[in-house]
């Protein structure tokens, strides 16, 4: 059964990974189509952050041309939780790294689609007085 | 509903520089919140947010809850309850009627906030309502990794619900409004997920009863109610 991998803000269906236990599996290959890392002499690298493999612990992060994409995800501080009978993956975000971006007071960015399917990133309105206001249909 | 409310002030101010964003935070997608954006129609961006991003970057535990953010794209006050009071507790549970004095001070709430944010598009930073960085501060509520976690349950049962494992899905929902009790945001779309109408039944008025002398819309101290 394909894996279902979820951010915050993506949803990835993973073909060829394997979950066990709390470990998911990605082949190596499709490491950066699928979630955005991919493995460097550095270590585990998405865009300009790059994050060592702990030395002497490899064999929790490669096997057999896979790397586990839970065990980088806890490492780095992101919660990691599964439903085992669908194999549907959550990865979100870390605490540390997200109250340090909002007690800077710089209003964190986002993206997100109006009715029509146009996507709107709060950026864009850099230079108005922004009000940001939730509502619902509940 | 407050979309046709915002889209009075834009018309109002958008001159002046203001841009209300409204998020809806609905996992059904569009197609819930469609009929209400297109009966107010409004002008500003008026986006969906499917897997409640904002609330989970901005810490917004119920809607309608604002943050507002000046040009330099510096928030200037933290989420508080846009406009709005908990006069609504009063509600006749049937047909939804609200006695004049509550309607009143419900009227009283709105009008004290839209007022200050006039204000603020007036004087900028030198509004009195433009908060002083560390008042901001203070009012913030600090990202821990219990807020963390409930949002990544949340993620994972909204998921399924919507994937039609209605039952996982919604063990997954409990978790998150456990770890995250203060949210009405988890409660409700919980409830809206397992069925439409539910977010506002008998379980949501028992809720809200629950809370005793609690809020259910926190005070905003510095915008109090005026008389209407």
Redesign the interface.
Known sequence: MPA?L????T?TTLDHARSDGENLWVPLAELKSAIGWELKPEGACRGDQCVPIPPGREREYFSEGRFNVAALARYI???????A??E?W??????GA??SA??S????D?T????TGRM?S??D?????????????? | MDLPVWQGLFEELGSKGFTPIAVAFDSRGAEAARPWIEAAKPTYPSLIDEHHVVAELYGMVNVPIAVWINEDGRIVRPPEPAGTSDAFREMNRTDFSLAPEARNRLAGARRAYLDALRDWVANGEKSRFALPEVEVLRRLEPYTDTLALAHTYFRLGEHLCRAGRMEAGQRYLDEAKRLRPESWAFKRQAWNLEHEQKAGGPEFWAAVDALGAGKYYAEVPDIPPVSV
Do not use: M
């Open positions: 279902t979820l951010t915050t803000t949803t501080g992101q919660p990691v939780v599964h439903d009978e669908s549907t959550a990865i979100g975000e870390a605490a997200r109250n909002l007690r007071l710089e209003a964190p986002f997100l689609p109006d009715l709107h709060l950026s309105y850099r230079g108005r007085k922004v009000f940001l206001a939730s509502w619902a249909s509940w």
